[in-house]
């Protein structure tokens, strides 16, 4: 099934992938996004998608880079809060 | 009905060949003899064979020296394992002993494009015809027909796979890059193909970034699928060795290859850009330390490493032509604003020629697409890259790239392109005008799929503005659906209009605005047609014909082409239009029943199409006019009129137009009325070829039931049943027309009577919706007719129940509406049904009283199955009336005796109820009728089920033994007889 409204709406996600992901590289490939450099080489990025289309095509394009993924997960609803992204701890 | 065929020239769908070409073999490779073995083994054990890692992991590579390995020597041992193979690598041993048969490779490597189904299957079809220029023809043909948006794609990929089941070698279909196939259509009907294939004869291999979204555990643990994946492709620790230093010469030492190979886990992209990073590099033990000691993710180091070691000029080159799919010389030269023409000859050969054979011969990620080094790609996974360095460093650039771009594509014709450029450029006005100037030669082309994903892309606001592109998607809407949509648009376009007459300097000329408001009034008349609004048919098809140009006026029309030209294409689309619209003018005389206004206004048809040099919509009016001929009971005057419509449906290079089908069809009716049944299957036969060709779903549907009817006639229901289906998938699939709905419904009613499966049409008949008290329509007299049909049938069998009576009314009230609009056939199909009815009223009198009028009115024309169709009531009836001391018809009615005598008589069933079985359903059989009530196709079954489709087909088998029966709809009919369903 296709979910419900709730899914046509922006919402936060946080993505980890293995690989230091560089600031301004990210900028160009996941405008929007913020980094987060997390211990044993991996990355978590964090930002809104405008809906689940959106979200799958972050992920092509994650795979269209090699960048392996280890995990997906959406963290709110709506705008980005106003607060930055917290350094995480291992979120692998 | 409407036969859109278009005119023969110039149709084709533009097809690049870069796509299809095999990537040739660098000279230095590493040999992966355990790979190539694999998808040996592959072609061999199964149909399908699926390459799916992420980018950069060599899957091209590796099939383009796959299937130069097979090419160079089928069966033979690979002379890139034999050079390369090491003592302890026992695979080359396992690989010699291994024969392969000779196979045909041929190859497809796909971009985001070829989710229109029409271009996959297009560029297939190229594919195939690399190595069999024969096959698949039929089906390119019905795809670039402009009605081949509304055939199912199974129908076409059926005749497809018999063809290339007939080829000595067998095939290999190679997809490169099918992760960029979203579309679910595309996916469907590749799921079909591999599905249909026979066990020998095609194999398919998928290649591509991600595995496509069908289940594949089911395929997976049966065997019926190789796999590489990326833990496959990785380079091992000896393969990274061989690359790096006899590939690439670097001479590292152990410890230095260990590390990379560490660093990059065998990831092959990676380690192509270290080596390439580290040529040239004095010391390249600090390299491999600094690379390993690095945090940052490789790619983003190496593209910089690479980069940063090129000069000025190349680099330059890389970012900037980072933005193209594929690169030729010119287009580089367009992209990098290289005026060559403003040099001297002499000196213009340098610039991106050189650019590329320089990239090429370093390895910089050049792959070429042809042997003759004119078409080029960076890798994949490079010119992303490199796209975002571009896009980092010099964001103002990449507008300006793209509008260079665009405007070279279109300079070439290649508009797709373009229009992806024009969107990157950000410049939505050139992209829309590009649209503008294409839209309708693309509908022309039946490329709706790839049109509407266009006007989909352009802001809404922009397409309202513009009335060509309302225009343009009221025709695709109206192809493809939905329909419903269409009027929006249309008055969008007329919004527009209006806008565009106040403005002071209109967009169009007042000559391109009457042409809009004339397809406007084309696509509003064929709109009404399906509502059947018959009066706005009228009136609005002669707007079209007035609003659009015509031949008679040279000057206006020399003007107008050059108006036209300009912003929109040339003459012919305009006259698509226009002759579409007779075609629409034509048919509302005859639903009135106004014969003579309707043959004229067919005659006019056709001149119109003529003059429009669109002969297939002329055969078409030729064709109708035909039908409408029969119709009033001149059966040789339509068959005069076919034998026109069949001459003028030669091509130039003097060979039949796929519109030829239509007349073919209508002729097999004519022979099967007059129970010539062999003649008929063959004109039949060719008819239904042709009309796949021509992809005309309404006419095929004509075909496949008259066929049916034929074959019921001959005795054989079940290949009646099984011609039927393909009427019926047909109907399923697509948008028929209602009328062609009324011929379905005819005829499985009749296949059920015959099959005694008197439950089915009675449901049909309370589920239809009809009632004997409904107003008659001329449109759809038939379905009247039916009802009438299945009231007789159900009276037949209970003499007592009021059916009979019922269906005497409607058939004095269809009878009169018949002969009073001069319907003469059907006037006798309703005459004989009638006399069926007062016989089992046990009215004698007037049952012969019925007949005897009806064979007054179809001896002249000799019409036979009209009344052995209807069996042993009629044969009773003929037999008293030759029994009369005066009889009228008496020849006649012997003829039509003796076709009973010929007609073998339906064998009766022996079996009554479910405990009469021989042998009893098993309840995994039973499951499996349920589903075959259903319109499920055997590996939707088998889905369902989760089993093999084999193992379907094996139950299909044990259910047709058990109930002695020979097809699917021969097996419904019967477990409901004996209530299993």
């Known amino acids: 099934l296709a979910g419900g409204r709730e899914f046509d709406k922006p919402a936060i996600y946080e993505v980890c992938v293995k690989g230091a992901v560089d600031a301004a590289w990210a900028s160009y490939w996941f405008e929007g996004f913020a980094v987060v450099r997390l211990p044993n080489d991996e990355s978590l990025l964090m930002g809104q998608v405008a809906d689940q289309s959106a979200l799958l095509g972050l992920l092509a394009r994650m795979r269209d880079l090699g960048l392996p993924l280890l995990s997906v997960r959406r963290v709110g609803h709506g705008e980005m809060p106003e607060e930055d992204v917290q350094d995480g701890e291992d979120n692998g | 009905m409407f036969a859109s065929g278009s005119a023969e020239a110039g149709m084709a769908i533009p097809l690049l060949k870069t796509k299809l070409y095999i990537p040739a073999v660098r000279p230095k490779l590493v040999a992966r003899p355990r790979l190539i073995e694999r998808l040996d083994e592959g072609l061999c054990s199964a149909k399908l064979t699926l390459i799916s890692a992420p980018a950069g992991f060599g899957k091209t590579t590796l099939l383009g020296e796959w299937i130069h390995c097979r090419m160079r020597g089928a069966g033979r041992e690979c002379p890139a394992v034999s050079t390369k193979a090491r003592a302890t690598d026992h695979s080359s041993v396992v690989h010699a002993r291994h024969s392969v048969p000779a196979f045909g490779f041929s190859w497809l490597s796909l971009d985001a494009g070829d989710n229109d189904p029409t271009r996959f299957w297009a560029y297939v079809i190229a594919a195939l015809q690399t190595v069999y220029p024969d096959v698949g023809q039929a089906a390119l043909s019905a795809l670039q027909a402009s009605q081949s948006r509304t055939l199912p794609v199974e129908l076409l990929l059926t005749g497809l796979i018999n063809e290339v089941a007939t080829k000595s070698d067998p095939l290999v279909l190679v997809l ?50 190789t796999e590489l994946r990326a833990s496959d492709l990785r380079f091992t620790p000896q393969e990274a060795a061989a690359f790096l230093n006899d590939v690439t010469g670097l001479g590292l030492s152990a410890q230095d290859i260990a590390a990379l190979d560490a660093r990059t886990e065998g990831w092959i992209a990676g380690l192509q850009l270290a080596a390439l990073s580290m040529r040239g590099s004095s010391d390249l033990s600090a390299f491999v330390s600094a690379f390993s000691g690095s945090h940052r993710l490789i790619l983003d180091y190496l593209v910089e490493e690479v980069l940063d070691r090129q000069s000025a000029d190349v680099q330059a080159f890389l970012l900037q032509t980072s933005i193209l799919e594929r690169m030729t010389a010119s287009l580089c030269d367009a992209v990098m604003d290289m005026q060559q023409a403003d040099k001297p000859a002499s000196r213009r050969c340098a610039g991106s020629q050189e650019s590329l054979e320089h990239l090429e011969q370093a390895n910089l990620f050049l792959v070429p697409l042809d042997d003759e080094r004119r078409w080029y790609r960076y890798h994949h996974l490079f010119a992303e890259l490199l796209r975002g360095r571009l896009h980092q460093n010099q964001p103002d650039l990449v507008p300006v790239l793209h509008r260079r771009a665009s405007r070279w594509y279109e300079a070439q014709g290649l508009i797709d392109e373009a229009f992806g450029h ?177 043959e004229r206004a067919y005659a006019r048809a056709r001149e119109i199409a003529e003059e429009c040099g669109n002969t297939p919509m002329a055969v078409s009016a030729v064709a109708y006019m035909a039908y409408q001929q029969a119709k009033q009971g001149r059966l040789h005057k339509a068959q005069e009129t076919n034998r026109q419509a069949l001459a003028l449906a030669i091509g130039p290079d003097g060979r039949e137009l796929p519109a030829a089908g239509l007349p073919y069809v209508k002729m097999g009716d004519l022979m099967r ?44 229901l079940g290949r009646a049943c099984d011609t039927f289906r393909n009427a019926e998938q047909l109907q399923q699939k697509t948008d028929v027309d209602p009328w062609a709905i009324c011929w379905i419904d005819d005829c499985r009613l009749r296949l059920w009577l015959a099959a005694g499966d008197l439950s089915a049409a009675a449901s049909w008949a309370e589920g239809s919706g009809l009632t004997t008290g409904d107003a008659l329509s001329f449109v759809r007299d038939l379905e009247h007719v039916n009802l009438a049909r299945a ?185 409901r007889e004996l209530s299993l369903l």
């Open chain 2, 176 to 225: 490169d890059d099918f992760h960029l196939i979203d579309s679910a259509q595309v996916h469907e009907g590749i799921v079909f193909l591999i599905d249909s294939l026979p066990d020998q004869g095609m194999h398919v291999v998928l290649s591509g970034r991600a595995d496509p979204p069908w289940p594949l555990a089911r395929r997976r643990a049966r065997g019926e699928m």
């Open chain 2, 422 to 598: 024009a969107l990157g450029s950000g410049d939505v006005e050139r992209a829309a005008d590009l649209v503008e100037r294409n839209g309708l030669q693309m509908v022309v082309r039946s490329e709706c799929s790839t049109l509407a994903k266009w006007l989909e892309e352009l802001p809404e606001e922009l397409v309202r503005r513009r009335p060509w592109l309302c225009v343009c998607h009221a025709w695709v809407r109206y192809y493809v659906g939905p329909r419903e949509q269409v009027e929006p648009r249309l008055q969008d376009a007329e919004q527009a209009l209006r806008d565009m007459a106040s403005a002071e300097t209109p967009a169009l000329t007042e000559v391109e605005r009457r042409y809009v408001a004339g397809h406007v009034a084309a696509l509003r008349a064929y709109m009404a047609l399906q509502k059947e609004e018959l009066d706005r048919v009228a009136e609005l098809a002669q707007r079209a014909l007035d609003l659009l140009p015509t031949g008679d006026y040279a000057r206006a029309t020399s003007a107008i082409a050059l108006a036209a030209q300009q912003t929109f294409g040339t003459l012919p689309e305009v006259s698509y239009a226009r002759a579409t619209s007779a075609i629409a003018l034509a048919e509302t005389p005859r639903e009135r029943g106004d014969l003579a206004a309707s």
């Open chain 2, 673 to 716: 009325e007059w129970n010539e049944l062999q003649t008929a299957t063959r004109y039949l036969e060719r008819g239904i070829e042709l009309c796949l060709q021509w992809g005309h779903a309404d006419a095929l549907i004509t075909g496949y039931t008259i066929l049916a009817r034929v074959q019921l006639a001959q005795g054989d």
């Open chain 2, 791 to 975: 009231l007789v049938a159900r009276g037949l069998h209970r003499p007592d129940s009021p059916y009979l009576d019922e269906a005497l009314a409607l058939l004095a009230r269809l009878s009169e509406a018949a002969e009073g609009a001069g319907w003469i056939s059907r006037a006798i199909e309703i005459l004989v049904l009638r006399s069926v009815a007062l016989l089992a009223c046990g009215d004698k009198g007037m049952a012969l009283e019925a007949l005897t009028r009806a064979l007054t009115l179809a001896e002249p024309e000799g019409y036979v199955r009209t009344f052995v169709d209807e069996g042993a009531p009629v044969r009773e009836l003929l037999g008293k009336a030759a029994a009369c001391p005066v009889a009228p018809h008496g020849e006649y009615v012997g003829q039509l005796l003796s076709a009973f005598g010929a007609a073998p008589e339906k064998k009766a069933r022996a079996l009554v109820s479910s405990s009469d079985l021989v042998e009893p359903l098993t309840e995994r059989e039973v499951e499996v009728l349920r589903l075959m009530a259903t319109d499920l196709t055997s590996p939707e079954m088998a889905k369902e089920l989760v089993v093999s489709v084999n193992t379907v087909r094996t139950h299909i088998q044990h259910i047709y033994q058990k109930l002695a029966v020979h097809s699917r709809y021969e097996a419904v009919s019967r477990a």
